[in-house]
């Protein structure tokens, strides 16, 4: 059991390096390529990356709570003629509560969010984030569908993979420096529900909303796009 | 202003810990609120109810996302002054869910009469059976109520494997040797009886005939069926009585007396 926990330590330090790592890298690269910035250049760049994809992240995430785990580390991308669309992926940290070993969480996650609307200068405001996302968590406990020792069709749901529904808002803070690494902040909020509390609750009146709908927050650092 | 900033972060932090709406994870194995029910409950029914010859009790069973029926079925049995105590025949979570058994042991808790639950195969799932465990205690227990002895076993052998056996003959030899003198007689209750898929039927006459050793077994209770059964199973006058899912609004109430004892199935 301890091991089990060294080991998990040991993958959780290394993302965060690699994490690290990859965001030192950029940045290097950043104040080189700010020496030689031309407007054409800009202008051309921005429009090559709005058409292809890019395997530099537009945001690096952080969420506290959310069904996914106490707090998740991410990355995605960005996309659609106004951005509308983002696609991340999140790795999630369960502590061990009453349990007996704590939990990594996977999570890949499709957004909505079709409008901004710009409240300040540097500030917008997008009334609405919607979406899904998937959730799987590691460990030998749990099964995408039941193990074979079960008669057929035992149970017919899965412990290991989860389908929740968001509905949120966002704002976002654009820095004022045009060079920064890091072009905005953005802090959003979503109501959440999943598949095995959905159907909890449309069976049950007993239930109220605080009970099977969850609270998440989170924290988007957008990367300049040049 | 840095000030605000520091109380602001410490205020947040404080939201954050107290605020029931952060959901970490479908099995966090998060429990907040009653722990280890089961032992204190027990400790209450036999303290109660220790000089009496007739007692009288509630054996519902399987209520996995049943919550609007097991509500109605606490209601009504408050309102019932004749129910000594209530035994849970286990498969409280659908889905292993921590949440799950949180819920329902919320529910139970408005019971006006001691209640314990027994480990349904459900409940195993997942990280299920620690919760179960922390949440009403070991999945194996007993307690006397009045002068009958209940012997309360975990029988979900599917759900486990071989280092942890079910049904677990060392726990009820234990249990035989200990306090024979202050009951005279046994009921024996289980989640899935004997013949079920769930039960190891491997050892079922071994089984059968290790809970025969304890004095004066009247009968046994079992759930998971999800209906009313009442059979004979091994022709030896020992009848296993199965009680309905609390979905169909419906529960076994048994009455032991001095020498004999009745059972009733009441609908709400």
């Known amino acids: 059991m301890n091991l089990y926990l060294t080991r998990l330590t040991k993958i959780v330090l290394s993302l965060l390096s690699v994490f690290v790592s990859i965001i030192g890298n950029a940045q290097v690269k950043d104040s080189l390529g700010d020496t030689v910035l031309v407007k054409d250049y800009v202008a051309k760049n921005r429009a090559i990356r709005n058409t292809s994809f890019n395997v530099i992240p537009s945001y690096y995430v952080f969420q506290y709570a959310g069904s996914i785990g106490l707090v998740s580390l991410g990355a995605g991308w960005d996309y659609g003629k106004k951005n509308q669309w983002s696609t991340d992926f999140l790795i999630g940290y369960v502590p061990k509560y009453d349990t007996d070993r704590a939990k990594i969480a996977l999570t890949l996650r499709q957004t909505y969010s079709p409008w901004q609307i710009s409240v300040k200068e540097n500030v917008t405001y997008d009334p609405l984030r919607t979406g899904v996302y998937f959730n799987t968590t590691i460990g030998k406990q749990f099964w995408f569908s039941a193990p074979e020792k079960y008669p057929n069709k035992y149970y017919h749901f899965s412990t290991k993979l989860r389908l929740n529904i968001f509905i949120g808002q966002s704002f976002s803070y654009s820095f004022a420096s045009k060079t920064s690494y890091f072009e905005k902040i953005k802090v959003y909020y979503d109501l959440h529900t999943s598949d095995l509390f959905l159907i909890s609750r449309f069976q049950n009146n007993y239930l109220r909303a605080q009970d099977f709908l969850g609270l998440s927050l989170g924290v988007k650092l957008q990367i300049r796009q040049y | ?268």
């Open chain 2, 1 to 268: 202003m840095k000030l605000i900033y520091r109380y602001a972060i410490i205020i947040g932090i404080f939201l954050l810990q107290s605020c029931e709406l952060f959901d970490i994870h479908p099995y966090s194995g998060n429990i907040t609120g009653r722990k280890n029910i089961n032992a204190a409950n027990s400790q209450l029914i036999e303290s109660r109810y220790s000089q009496r010859d007739t007692i009288r009790y509630a054996f519902i069973s399987d209520s996995q996302r049943w919550y609007d029926e097991l509500e109605d079925f606490v209601k009504s049995a408050n309102k019932r002054n004749d129910i000594d105590f209530i035994i849970h025949g286990g498969d409280l979570a659908d889905f292993g869910l921590t949440k799950e058994f949180l819920w329902q042991r919320d529910i139970l808790e408005k019971l006006v009469m001691p209640y314990v639950v027994l480990l349904g195969n459900h409940d195993c799932l997942a990280n299920g059976e620690k919760v179960f465990e922390q949440v009403f205690g070991p999945a194996n227990f007993s307690f006397i109520a009045g002068k009958t002895k209940f012997l309360c076993l975990n029988t979900n052998a599917l759900e486990s494997d071989y280092s942890n056996p079910v049904p677990d003959f060392s726990f009820i030899k234990q249990e035989e040797q200990k306090e024979a003198d202050n009951h005279d007689k046994t009921v024996v209750l289980m989640h899935a009886r004997p013949t079920s898929e769930q039960f190891n039927n491997n050892v079922a006459d071994v089984f059968q005939y290790s809970i025969k050793q304890f004095p004066n077994l009247l009968y046994c209770n079992n759930g998971h069926d999800h209906r009313y059964q009442t059979e004979d199973i091994f022709n030896d006058g020992i009848t296993y009585y199965g009680t309905p899912n609390i979905g169909k609004r419906q529960y076994l109430l048994f009455t032991i007396t001095k020498d004999a004892y009745t059972h009733e199935l009441i609908s709400y």
